[in-house]
Nanobody, 125 residues
Framework: QVQLVESGGGLVQTGDSLRLSCVASGRSFSGYAMGWFRQAPEAERKFVAVINWNGGSTKYADSVKGRFTISRDNAKNTVYLQMNGLKAEDTAIYYC??????????????????WGQGTQVTVSS
């Protein structure tokens, strides 16, 4: 079992930045890819970013490429999502999750087996 706790969400204005954190506990964290997903009201949960087990490879959704950066610190069992240039359409609940494998291949929610409770990000225009 892995427990994931996200933090760092909030209410910001268009163009602002936020950094989300996700702390893992329980099973070994470092051997697995970690992903961020988001879910807007009345919408499906969507892939945002994934980082492989050692932080050497990342992948992003086209909608956030160039604005968001995913990173991880395995010594702290923490994965981050730096979000710059926030837009109103970035408003959603953001979830971190543990993939079932170690690479950045995993971009579908069904490929993740542990999830945090989510943190709300609201971008006001």
């Amino acid at each position: 079992q892995v427990q994931l706790v996200e933090s760092g969400g909030g209410l910001v204005q268009t163009g602002d930045s936020l950094r989300l954190s996700c702390v893992a506990s329980g099973r070994s964290f470092s051997g697995y890819a970690m992903g961020w997903f988001r879910q807007a009201p009345e919408a499906e949960r969507k892939f945002v970013a994934v980082i492989n087990w050692n932080g050497g490879s990342t992948k992003y959704a086209d909608s956030v490429k160039g604005r968001f950066t995913i990173s991880r610190d395995n010594a702290k069992n923490t994965v981050y999502l730096q979000m710059n240039g926030l837009k109103a359409e970035d408003t959603a609940i953001y979830y971190c999750a543990t993939a079932t494998g170690s690479s950045t291949y995993y971009t579908r929610s069904t490929e993740y087996n542990f999830w945090g409770q989510g943190t709300q990000v609201t971008v006001s225009s």
